[in-house]
T-cell receptor
Framework: RKEVEQDPGPFNVPEGATVAFNCTYSNSASQSFFWYRQDCRKEPKLLMSVYSSGNEDGRFTAQLNRASQYISLLIRDSKLSDSATYLCVVALGGPSAGSYQLTFGKGTKLSVIP | NAGVTQTPKFQVLKTGQSMTLQCAQDMNHNSMYWYRQDPGMGLRLIYYSASEGTTDKGEVPNGYNVSRLNKREFSLRLESAAPSQTSVYFC???????????FGPGTRLTVT
């Protein structure tokens, strides 16, 4: 079983639509969770951390369900500039731990269409 | 601040050749990482350095060596390149005690 699984997509949505991505992780000892964004032929960039209580950053909302080992990202009012691949990322170990490592999902591709 | 820089941006090697990929960060980060990204595979950790003077293997270390030259620089060496090492290589860094990693722009390596 893969450690972090995502639907690869592509998700093709019109501008202004709401789109949701899901991700599951296999290691119940995982401690921290993130969504990264990667534009075509560019480096990944941290979009947002994901907290158990859920968190929001503008049009983006992230949720974590530890019992189901499930993470989600909701994008409201999609913009053309949201077109990218979204990577679900899980970390074992706390941020100060020498062994802190990220495990990346393969990503979900989003295309926002005019 | 330049952030995380990587050289070269592109490289073509023949099987058996060696090369070193360079990475430097100017954010005073303690931890540095090397990943490879292949189509359909996602990013995989090759080696990391939690602090200056330490290095550890990640998920796919075979065929690679690393050197944490100082706090700023972390290099990745391919001693005898193989076609299976054709990939995009990303370097990343972060502060101890924070969650997010900052990535460099990547090196696209082709081994023929």
């Amino acid at each position: 079983r893969k450690e972090v699984e995502q639907d690869p997509g592509p998700f093709n949505v019109p501008e202004g639509a709401t789109v949701a991505f899901n991700c599951t992780y296999s290691n119940s000892a995982s401690q921290s969770f993130f969504w990264y964004r990667q534009d075509c032929r560019k480096e990944p960039k941290l979009l947002m951390s994901v907290y158990s209580s859920g968190n929001e950053d503008g049009r983006f909302t992230a949720q974590l369900n530890r019992a189901s080992q499930y993470i989600s990202l909701l994008i409201r009012d999609s913009k053309l500039s949201d077109s990218a691949t979204y990577l679900c990322v899980v970390a074992l170990g706390g941020p100060s731990a020498g062994s802190y490592q990220l495990t990346f999902g393969k990503g979900t591709k989003l295309s926002v269409i005019p | 601040n330049a952030g995380v820089t990587q050289t070269p941006k592109f490289q073509v090697l023949k099987t058996g050749q060696s090369m070193t990929l360079q990475c430097a960060q100017d954010m005073n980060h303690n931890s540095m990482y090397w990943y490879r990204q292949d189509p359909g595979m996602g990013l995989r950790l090759i080696y990391y350095s939690a602090s200056e003077g330490t290095t550890d293997k990640g998920e796919v270390p075979n065929g690679y060596n690393v050197s944490r030259l100082n706090k700023r620089e972390f290099s990745l060496r391919l001693e005898s390149a193989a076609p299976s090492q054709t990939s995009v290589y990303f370097c990343a860094s972060k502060w101890t005690g924070t969650w997010g990693q900052y990535f460099g722009p990547g090196t696209r390596l082709t081994v023929t």
